[in-house]
């Protein structure tokens, strides 16, 4: 392990300040990674909240503040995992203060709202990236080399949907500590931040600039009670978003997701038709990758399903043995490892707060589309 020590604070101690903090801490018993992250300090505006954590994860110390985490000399990160309505003043502010930032997706509720946050850390000159962990699953980091290598030639389509079915009873609040998601002001939007966001990363990522959409989004269930007042507000929240775009490529890209799809939990999928080959992914099975290539001899010709799990494909080297899987924690592992090495080489690891800022502008012309009913140049 390295002696070179990061102190990390923590901001916020829900799910991702869980995810965050389990990867900090087995980053560098798997990879040889240049920096040992250290659980210096977890803020939660709920102090007790933030004692219970500190005592489960190992923090050192507990905070009820975030402004002084950000202003103690022995931090050296912050670690934003906190609704996304508080992105963007945390993260300036931790930029100002000259620290390393890192945020959890979306970057803010909109472009114009993060844009600032790309001046800041930019302004500062301090590392920065946005927790997009799904492009660290091996399948999925498999999936990139595949269409980086070309073996699919040119692309026509690519299609994703991320479908969940936790809000469909209308007496699910909105607002206050576990129901953010579905109060506009704190969200930003509803199924098009929170869902299409890691789809439309991904899609940028692997197929290049998104040009144009156009979009429909309906809200279901047009009222809800506030869990912090109790009393009833119409939601601003898009319930399910699907949409259409033109990729810089000449691809074509479809997009879908709701949390009104009955049966599904988090199922998250995505597929690429290229000229001489496609490759799809599924969440629910996250350690394969389907393939399937024209080249191949006609009479075995068809769908391949690789169990990512060999020395040789992307990450899996560190883990285990040849044969056995890894999940969905991992991926914030491996995203971590790439943040620390980018840290220590000057090359800084994808997606930074500007890479991120492009999809911001995608969910922006998203929704602007479906309330204008016109298509939106990004
Ligand atoms: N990368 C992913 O796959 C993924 C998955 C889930 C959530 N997220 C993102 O992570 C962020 C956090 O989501 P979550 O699911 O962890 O939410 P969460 O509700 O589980 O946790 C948020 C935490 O922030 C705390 N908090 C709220 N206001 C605060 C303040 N002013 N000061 C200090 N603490 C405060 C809350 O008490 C809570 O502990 C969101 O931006 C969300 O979009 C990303």
């Known amino acids: 392990m390295s002696d070179k020590k990061l102190n990390v604070g923590m901001i916020g101690c829900g799910f991702m300040a869980k995810t965050h903090s389990n990867a900090y801490s087995n980053v560098a018993h ?27 994860w190992g923090y050192e110390n507990v905070e009820s503040d975030w402004r002084k985490v950000v202003a103690d000399p022995a931090i050296d990160l912050i670690d934003i995992c906190l609704p996304n309505n508080l992105h963007a003043e945390v ?12 945020s959890e997706k979306p970057l803010a509720r909109t472009a114009a709202e993060a844009e ?56 699910v609040p909105q607002g206050g500590k576990d129901t953010w998601r579905l109060n506009v002001k704190e969200a930003g939007s509803g199924v098009t931040g929170d869902l299409l966001a890691h789809c439309i990363d991904l899609a940028i990522w692997q197929n290049g600039p998104v040009k144009d959409v156009t979009a429909l989004t309906e809200t279901f269930v047009k009222e809800r009670k506030n869990a912090v007042t109790g009393v009833m507000e119409p939601v601003g929240i898009d319930d399910a978003c699907t949409f259409l775009c033109r990729f810089a490529n000449g ?78 924690g991992e991926s914030f592992i491996h995203q971590f490892k790439e943040f620390l090495e980018g840290m220590a080489c000057g090359k800084p690891a994808a997606p930074t707060f500007r890479d991120a800022l492009e999809t911001n502008r995608v969910c922006d012309a998203v929704l602007a589309s479906a309330a204008s009913g016109q298509w939106v140049t990004v």
């Open 251 to 328: 691809s074509l890209g479809n997009f879908e997701s709701t949390r009104y799809a009955r049966g599904h939990k988090a199922l998250f999928t995505f597929e690429i038709n290229g000229e001489h080959a496609s490759i799809r992914w599924d969440l629910h099975d996250l350690h394969r990758l389907q393939f399937f290539d024209h080249g191949d001899e006609g009479t075995v010709r068809g769908w391949r399903s690789i169990h990512v799990s060999d020395g040789d494909q992307p990450y899996m080297g560190k883990w285990w043995v040849p044969g056995l899987a890894i999940g969905y």
């Open 91 to 102: 993260a300036i502010a931790a930029a100002e203060a000259g620290k390393a930032v890192v």
């Open 116 to 171: 600032p946050m790309v001046a800041a850390v930019e302004k500062a000159g301090v590392p920065n990236f946005v927790s997009f962990n799904y492009r660290r699953i091996p399948a999925v980091a498999l999936a990139k080399q595949i269409i980086d290598s070309g073996k699919l030639g040119k692309i026509f389509h690519y299609r994703a949907n991320f479908l969940q079915d936790w809000t469909i009873n209308a007496n």
């Open 30 to 56: 798997f990879f040889d990674v240049p920096f040992t992250p250290v659980l210096k300090t977890v803020c939660d505006l709920n102090a007790e909240r933030a004692a219970a954590f500190a005592a489960k």
